[in-house]
């Protein structure tokens, strides 16, 4: 197994959208962003989905990858809840069907949404909640720094109908801390994972990185341990994503200090039989949840769906992101805001939408797109009359290693190919098979 790793650890997008947004072009006009999202929602039989990016942390934590500004300067909550209202209301002015359609999920990630107090938490939610209809099943999700999270928080958000929680976690190792930066005990893990229990959140997600510095199976060991003794609902295994040319500040650790190869995929490994054998499912890449967690039930119902945000329950076909550098998707094409809060401010002074860029999907794009997603959230897919060849000829060598199988014009990911999950989508990506990118964009798939 190792010299696969070897052979398939190359750069490859997640594919948390396609096209991936190295290859996004011909960004939607305003009037045509506007009507793309009247028509998905419009045509669309399902509710819809909102993020909003809270962008600021008290410290920086390096091994992320996240759009984010660094400050302990809380007087800058009021203006940038402000400012995600201003633009939710350009949003609501402009298109009336937010309000008729039933919303299925909101979720806060960030950057650290808890930087807000508990006031400004309520200040944010309440105007938005209030101005549409929840769906009967509606998902209030929410990522959290538990050294930055309070009960007064926890108490606000559920109020408010907020029902899952996600703890960044990484690590429990003090050295592997210290070196990213995160002093975090797991007593204020336990913590938090109490009190949201106690205060009735449904489910309550872990996410850990394998591959930073200084992890060892030892380490990895006694993290997975430590974990499971918490049980949380769902954990999110990411690799480590060693991407300078986004975050220098990853570069601050040494080289030598990060497991690399079969050194790196052996943590992972270890971390998963531990959680298998604990009882937990594989769900699509990267993500555990308990059996009784509505993420497995998806997962057995074959309604499983993938977005911006990763895996979750809730399908929709609209997704619409509100603040600084968020990602919005529609049927018709993808949007996002201003990456720079200078920008995104002036834009709204200016009672703009705040695009920076987008990508309007053409039928070649929507085909790829429906394939992908099938694939990373069922493991198998059903290839058009002209792909079967072509996919017996890229994928060879995945073939010959039993990672995939085609068998009645279907793509099957093997038990043995799900880690390889990423490589095997590189089939469906034809415009990185057109243009490959010069510099390296995307993380190693391993």
């Not at 200090?257 to 499912?281: C, I, W």
């Not at 990267?286 to 009784?292: C, I, N, Q, S, V």
């Not at 990508?359 to 099938?374: C, F, G, S, W, Y």
């Not at 098979?433 to 010069?438: H, L, T, Y």
Request: proline letters at 5%.
């Amino acid at each position: 197994m190792s010299s696969l790793f070897a052979k398939y650890d190359i750069p490859a997008p997640r594919y948390t959208s396609y096209p991936t947004v190295p290859y996004w072009e011909s960004a939607p006009t305003h009037d045509q962003w506007i009507q793309h999202l009247k028509l998905s929602l419009k045509e669309s039989t399902d509710s819809w989905s909102l993020y909003l990016h809270i962008p600021y942390c008290e410290t920086l934590c390096t091994f992320c990858g996240c759009n984010n500004i660094i400050t302990k300067d809380h007087n800058r909550e009021e203006p940038y809840v402000n400012m995600v209202l201003k633009e939710w209301e350009l949003y609501l002015n402009q298109v009336e069907e937010l309000r008729q359609r039933p919303l299925k999920h909101l979720h806060l990630g960030g950057g650290t949404p808890t930087f807000l107090s508990p006031a400004n938490l309520k200040r944010l939610l309440e105007p938005i909640i209030n101005a549409v209809k929840l769906a009967d099943h509606f998902e209030g999700s929410i990522e959290v720094d538990p050294r930055r999270t309070t009960r007064e928080q926890l108490i606000v958000l559920k109020e408010l109908g907020f029902n899952r929680i996600s703890l960044g976690v990484q690590d429990f190792n003090f050295e592997v801390q210290r070196l990213v930066n995160r002093i975090q005990p797991f007593e204020i893990t336990q913590k938090i994972t109490t009190e949201a229990r106690e205060l009735g959140f449904t489910s309550v997600n872990f996410d850990l990185i394998y591959g930073m510095a200084k992890q060892t199976p030892e380490t990895m060991k006694e993290c997975v341990e430590k974990t499971i003794l918490l049980r949380p609902d769902r954990i999110a295994l990411y690799s480590f994503a060693l991407v300078p040319w986004i975050k220098p500040a990853q570069r601050l650790f040494k080289d030598e200090d990060l497991p690399v190869g079969k050194q790196k995929r052996d943590l992972y490994e270890l971390s998963r039989t531990m959680l298998l054998n604990a009882g937990y499912v594989e769900v699509g890449m990267d993500h555990f949840a308990l059996p009784t967690d509505s993420l497995s039930i998806a997962l057995k119902n074959k309604s499983l769906h993938r977005n911006f945000m990763g895996y979750t329950d809730q399908k929709t076909n609209v997704l619409l992101g509100l603040g600084v550098s968020s990602i919005s998707e529609s049927l018709y094409s993808f949007h996002q805001n201003e990456k720079v809060l200078a920008s995104y401010q002036l834009k709204l002074d200016e009672n703009q939408i705040p695009t920076h860029r987008g990508h309007v999907l053409t039928e070649e794009d929507k085909k790829r797109r429906a394939q992908i997603l099938e694939f990373m959230t069922q493991g198998s897919v059903q290839l058009a009359s002209d792909q079967e060849n072509n996919a017996k000829e890229f994928l060879t060598e995945m073939l010959e290693d039993g990672l995939v199988k085609i068998s009645d014009h279907q793509l099957i990911l093997t038990d043995a190919g799900k880690p390889f999950l990423r490589n095997a989508c590189l089939f469906f990506d034809e415009r990185l098979k057109k243009v490959k990118p010069s510099t390296q964009v995307f993380s190693k798939s391993l």
